[in-house]
């Protein structure tokens, strides 16, 4: 693995542009993998996270059980297979063989990274108040993994039934903004 | 205003992608805007939107207040605007006169839509239990506008420090994903 530690400081950095997102979780041994698109910063660090994993998805109950997951960030080159991954249940799939990625060991969590992601965050969860309502979850980050060989990943970003917008070109404006 | 009722069933495909947007409140007949990321899909239809509006925000207790506001996703055009809208407060100063930008009344809310940006979805507060420890307010999309002259709305994410993606291209992939 090519990856190195990222500083917590600057995960908002990586979610706050909104990409999809592929979760990973674990029970027993046997890693899982979901696409979602519906997650929100909710603070900058120790960083937040909230998200909305369905209680229709084979991860809820994975999640709700272990509180734990790692957030895989996926660029354009995956994108089939992050659209496969959510066309599929981790019920009667092994979704890592049946995709071919790379499970890679954590070093917080039981649940795995995705190798071929180019940033994976190590997440337990923190607040589970809003799940029975809304099946969100607030989860804290507790480790950032990055690959610094990717010096401009292009992540995608759901516009619904299977139609994505892929980052195009980086703009900088002033600004005393975080 | 060249704008068309858009229907709620759809309004996920424009927030789900993660856009930069701009909210809009008014207390007492002032109308004021913030620039915020922090935002995800909670829910299909009705839909529900969950957004961090921080206290230190001036729109915090003006959204408290009135329980209304209008999110209004803008495209790259509005880039400079919307940066400049996130780095002076409505506490001393009228947004809309400073930024050249163009309150519309609304049709169930007292905050304005703003003219300029291609989408506008008017939201009443419809939970408030996460705002006191993560400033997370729950919305509800009463009513949603987009103009539909606008074929291949250009949005912006925020990667932080007032550096953003705009979109690129688009890509459509087989999948039965809403």
Request: glycine share 6%.
């Amino acid at each position: 693995m090519t990856k190195s530690p990222f500083p917590l400081s600057k995960v908002y950095g990586l979610l706050e542009p909104g990409p999809v997102v592929m979760l990973s979780t674990a029970r027993k041994g046997r890693p899982n993998i979901m696409t979602l698109s519906w997650h929100t910063m909710l603070e900058f660090e120790p960083p937040l996270v909230g998200c909305v994993v369905s209680n229709r998805n084979y991860s809820f109950n994975i999640l709700k059980t272990t509180r734990e997951c790692v957030i895989n960030i996926p660029t354009v080159e995956l994108a089939e297979k992050v659209v496969k991954c959510g066309n599929v249940s981790g019920r009667d799939t092994d979704k890592f063989a049946s995709l071919g990625l790379t499970p890679i060991a954590a070093s917080c969590v039981q649940a795995p990274l995705i190798d071929e992601c180019y940033a994976n965050l190590e997440c337990k969860v923190a607040d589970t108040r809003l799940v029975n309502k809304y099946n969100f979850f607030v989860l804290e980050v507790l480790k950032a993994w990055f690959d610094s060989s990717i010096t401009d990943p292009r992540t995608i970003h759901h516009l619904g039934e299977g139609v994505f917008k892929v980052d195009g070109e980086t703009i900088k404006l002033p600004s005393h903004m975080k």
